[in-house]
């Protein structure tokens, strides 16, 4: 039951974040500048007496998390200083850390290193925009808190309208972020294509937001395929994208983010705490604002 007890403290410990207006998303105001505040929230005594008593910070006293060190907001993106990380994913963090009365201590880290980093005990928790999977869930314990939505998204002059199907994307160059969900997605898609006799989609890598805003604008990529929050937000900025398709993350299927942690051995079998865990997850589904 330990892992149940840790997944029910970081639940207990979300709660929702406030944005100032700078950029409209869905309805919402989102502001960097605001956010460069941070927000915190009291102890709950509640989730500190569910965590198990197995669990022993990395650093004492302190919340280590590892977010992906990038500019990617209203997820990720460096505060002035260029070295604090800013936005919904560190707050998550902070809120969590605060919960718990723990220090946060945030580790800005490449994507392909959060696994490693958590499974070997580097990391506390990865909160960088995860996709709950089956295959991560043999290696990994969750905590969701937001569904997970992609866009896709193409320059305001583009001649595209649709891409929703697998058809859709037969012949293009789709910027996707390698060993992600989404690229998976993608991959899969082609392997339809090309069973079909459709001509195959060019997958187009690159290495930070500035690279991929010139790869879209310049025409060398035909689509941005990723979080939907994250393309909403540069559409929102400046106007020079479109949004042109969504799909869940977990296609076919729906998916969620979530915090993410080292799995835990519980007593009873691999299934017995399944119905605690499920009601957890349903809860903070429930309280949790979807940015996606």
Do not use: C
């Not at 995860?130 to 808190?145: C, L, M, S």
């Not at 994307?169 to 992600?180: D, H, K, N, P, Y």
């Amino acid at each position: 039951m330990q892992k149940s007890s840790l997944i029910l403290a970081l639940a207990l410990a979300f709660t929702p974040a406030v944005w100032a207006e700078n950029v409209n998303i869905n309805g919402t105001g989102v502001s960097l500048e605001a956010n460069k505040t941070p927000i915190n929230t009291a102890k709950n005594p509640q989730a500190i007496a569910q965590l198990p008593a197995s669990f022993k910070p990395v650093v004492p006293g302190k919340f280590t998390v590892a977010i992906a060190g990038l500019s990617q907001p209203p997820l990720t993106v460096f505060a002035d200083d260029n070295k604090t990380l800013i936005g919904s994913e560190a707050d998550i963090a902070r809120l969590v850390a605060d919960s718990l009365g723990l220090e946060l201590n945030v580790v800005p880290t490449s994507w392909e290193d959060w696994p490693l980093g958590v499974t070997s005990g580097k990391y506390d928790a990865a909160i960088s925009n995860i996709t709950v999977t089956k295959e991560r869930k043999e290696k990994f314990d969750f905590a969701t808190y937001r569904k997970d939505s992609l866009g896709f998204y193409v320059k305001s002059s583009s001649p595209i309208k649709k891409l929703e199907t697998a058809e859709d994307i037969a012949g293009l160059r789709i910027i996707v972020g390698s060993g992600t969900n989404q690229e998976a997605i993608l991959l899969a898609w082609d392997a339809e294509n090309r069973k079909k006799g459709l001509k195959p989609f060019t997958p187009i890598y690159t290495k930070d937001d500035a690279a991929q805003t010139l790869a879209l604008q310049s025409g060398r990529a035909d689509a941005y395929f990723g979080p939907n929050v994250i393309g909403a937000w540069k559409a929102a900025l400046n106007g020079k994208t479109k949004l042109v398709g969504s799909v869940d993350g977990g296609w076919p299927k729906a998916a969620h983010i979530a915090v993410t942690l080292k799995k835990r051995q519980r007593p009873g079998g691999a299934g017995a705490d399944r119905p605690q865990r499920r009601n957890q997850e349903r809860r903070l589904r429930q309280g949790a604002e979807p940015l996606g």
